[in-house]
């Protein structure tokens, strides 16, 4: 079996990988992730998704890449990681009654050949009062997820409904692609060991 690489730093992306129990290692691909002007949130997770990939292709050509990013928009406002409290209270209150679009891009790639899929989840927030957005971040503190909520915690509580093909989308690795794309490289998690 060729070595696998997942091409980014989040814990969340190396949990969602181990579920499959194959091994791999982790390399951050050190990318600007930026949008560039007028770049469409579904364009710009494409884009950072390939990237990822092909940065960390460049670095260990003899094995499978696994670029994957995520992008939520409000409207046409792209959400972010929030990085403090006040910015996790901000997006929570414009978020609160209104639907959030999440685009997942996977990109898994080995030497020139490369796989795509774009994954659309679709999520409604419920009403929230202020008072509930800040007892949720006293519990979960999601600094560092787009949107400011841990969709596999305590914030699946925010939410009236998540509209998805795969509920590993919205936590920021597609599986059920993942593992097909991998299947199409000669890797079944499922095979017998031999």
Known sequence: ??????????????????????PFTTVSPEIDERALPHEQPK??????????????SGQFPD??????????ALGTHLLGKPGNRAAAIEQLSNASGQQVDFFTGLCVQKGSRQLFHLAHTQVRFRTLTLLEINHYLDLEQPWDCAGSFKVEGLGICLFDSVQSTDPTDLIGLPLIALSRFLREFGVNPLAEPT
């Open 1 to 22: 079996m060729p070595p696998i690489v997942l091409a980014s730093s989040s814990t969340y992306r190396k949990a969602l990988l181990a579920r499959l129990l194959l």
């Open 43 to 56: 364009a710009l997770c494409e884009r950072l998704s390939r990237t990822k990939a092909n940065v960390i």
């Open 63 to 72: 094995a499978i890449i696994i670029g994957s990013d995520q992008v939520a």
